[in-house]
């Protein structure tokens, strides 16, 4: 038998011998594992999940025209700098005074499917407008116009001359009302329309006011696409929402602040845990480390045993951690979020070396003490 | 040159002379024993030989180093070496088989092997009990696995404490007749012990009182076989 073999089968012998103890142990360092793996995952996911929930309180990211005017290709040309896994969601925004009834309204157009992205908090009731022909009205409009879903209603639109008159024959459009729109904010005084009806409707076409956007990114990140758009784009210049950036930063930071706090303390509980087990092991094996001392063992040979059972129990406390930590973020994050954790493989052996490196730490001073047993204390039966 | 040789050796604590200049000398080859009251400095003396202890004063020449000189570490690789360790608590390690007690000896001084370790089982009577554990022993069948222990890297000394002491007649019996085998192959053997019966089976008896070598008594009829007055 080699001498590793032997080794391997004297720790694996003694922890199988003092299997209720070792258990406890055993079980300590797991449910460290458990929360470091998990509150990691959670750690490295929760930007990602804040992210997806900040995106609900709208856009992030202004677009508007440097200098002069700035066309849908212009805008969708600076958007294509932002990745696609990060662009949530892109509404550009034309608007033109156009009249109901006579009385002068604020005509939007826009891409509907942009707008429920970057802006999810607004509430229609009835439907969305999707295709020419609909148009959404805000509350106001609808109430001063006693309009409601499903009527129709005529838009007017009086053309400028190239001269810089009016002129003389108006423009007008019958519209289906798909929904009347709720959101608290100056949204309710507008209507919304297609970008190529209220083209057809102006007779121009092309120019965008602004555009809105929803980047799910760090307020670092948000900040180099800002500048780099700003300045890779003659016709765009874009800036943040700062209200929604800043805010977003400060929880991410709190929260990973908490996490961290947490995984830390759990972590010295872990080690204060695998201390005490390893002190009542080497108090109940005095006898047994005067006999190995009596009988040739050195200081290492113990130190290598003991670190060795210290070690496989990290090992096996770490597997068995890793997997109870993601089932536990995936718990936490499906109740917190809403939505799964993603797994992240080399949480794995990072886990695992942990465990490792704590129950090793831990084991140190009981350790040390095993090493100041008295060889004597075997001889005489004492 | 004698294989042991202890010059004056008094170990001291406080007031207490536990060992009071003792000097005697033991051969290549012998069979001593040590009888004594308790506290008469047998267990110190055995620490002591043992390389457990070292003397207050005195020297302690073991194969000619001395041994009182030597630090802590030294004396584990000398006790590793030249010593053979019997027990009367046995001591074995409780997880793990007989072959393999035997084997830790060997594991700490040099390599296990797991044949050699069966073979000095089967010199104590034992191959058939080799993967048993020591709760499934008997007391005389675990002193045997310690004495195979003691045995299996060759010492120059096996020095045996209270020997005896847990066991019954027959397996007294049985561990001094190996004690009397491994002597006639030439190992040096010191036992401490309380039992007469044990210690007269000795070439040699050395008597301790209050740390001092209070008698010497030479076995002229010497067998190394035990005889129980009963």
């Known amino acids: 038998m080699k001498k590793r073999r032997m080794f391997i089968r004297m720790i694996t012998a003694s922890l199988m011998r003092r299997r209720s103890r070792m258990v406890v142990a055993l079980l300590s360092v797991a449910i460290g594992a458990t929360i470091l793996s998990g509150l990691v995952s959670i750690y490295y996911d929760v930007p990602r999940q804040m992210g997806a929930e900040f995106r609900n309180y709208g856009a992030n990211m202004i677009f508007t025209a440097s200098d002069g005017e700035m066309s849908l290709s212009d805008v969708e040309a600076a958007a294509s700098k932002i990745s696609d896994e990060q662009l949530v969601g892109l509404a550009p925004f034309r608007y033109e005074n156009v009249r109901i009834n006579d009385i002068p309204v604020v005509a939007s157009g826009t891409v509907p499917e942009g707008v429920k992205a970057t802006s999810p908090y607004w509430k229609v009731e009835g439907n969305w407008f999707t295709k020419s022909g609909e148009l959404m009205v805000g509350a106001n409009v609808a109430e001063s116009f006693r309009i409601k879903a499903g009527d129709m209603i005529e838009v007017t639109y009086t053309p400028t001359e190239e001269d810089g008159t009016e002129a003389e024959l108006d423009n007008s459009v019958f519209f289906t009302v798909t929904g009347i729109i709720e959101t608290g904010g100056p949204e309710e005084d507008y209507i919304y329309m297609t970008l190529e009806d209220l083209a057809t409707l102006t007779e121009t076409d092309g120019r965008i006011d602004v555009a809105e956007l929803s980047v799910s990114a760090t307020s670092d990140e948000l900040a180099d696409y800002v500048s780099g758009i700003s300045a890779g784009s003659a016709a765009v210049s874009a800036s943040l929402v700062k209200r929604v950036t800043a805010s977003e930063a400060t929880v991410l930071t709190k929260l990973q602040a908490l996490v961290l706090l947490v995984t830390i303390v759990v972590l010295a509980l872990t080690m204060i845990c695998v201390a005490t087990t390893m002190t009542a092991v080497v108090a109940e094996r005095r006898k047994e480390i005067g006999l190995r001392k009596a009988i040739g063992a050195s200081d290492k040979s113990i130190i290598e045993e003991f670190m060795g059972e210290g070690m496989l129990l990290g090992l096996f406390g770490g597997i068995l951690g890793s997997v109870l930590g993601y089932l536990f973020a995936q718990q936490v994050s499906l109740n917190v979020f809403s939505s799964s954790i993603v797994f992240r493989p080399l949480l794995v052996p990072i886990t695992v070396i942990a465990s490792i490196a704590v129950t090793g730490i831990s084991s140190l001073m009981p350790i040390r003490s095993a090493t100041e047993v008295d060889p004597a204390l075997v001889l005489k039966g004492e | ?230």
Request: proline fraction near 3%.
């Open chain 2, 1 to 230: 040159m004698s294989l042991l040789e202890l010059k004056n050796v008094s170990k001291i604590y406080g007031e207490l002379h536990a060992l009071d200049d003792v000097s005697l000398k033991v051969e290549k080859g012998e069979w001593v024993s040590i009888m004594g009251p308790s506290g008469s400095g047998k267990s110190t003396m055995m620490n002591i030989i043992g390389c457990m202890d070292k003397p207050s004063l005195g020297e302690v020449l073991l194969d000619g180093v001395d041994i009182s000189k030597e630090n802590k570490k030294n004396l584990t690789t000398i006790r590793r070496d030249k010593i053979g360790l019997i027990f009367q608590q046995f001591h074995l390690v409780p997880y793990l088989t007989a072959v393999e007690n035997v084997m830790l000896a060997q594991y700490y001084h040099s390599m296990p092997d797991e044949k050699e370790a069966l073979e000095a089982l089967e010199r104590v009577g034992l191959a058939d009990r080799a993967k048993h554990l020591p709760s499934q022993l008997s007391g005389g069948e675990q002193q045997r696995v310690c004495v195979a222990r003691a045995l299996i890297n060759y010492p120059e000394i096996i020095l045996a404490d209270e020997p005896t002491g847990n066991l019954d007649e027959a397996n007294e019996e049985i561990v001094v007749d190996l004690f009397h085998k491994l002597h006639s192959e030439g190992t040096t053997l010191i036992v401490v012990t309380h039992d007469p019966e044990v210690a007269e089976v000795a070439q040699r008896t050395l008597v301790l009182r209050s740390g001092k070598l209070h008698k010497e008594k030479i076995n002229e009829n010497f067998t190394g076989k035990i005889h129980f007055n009963d």
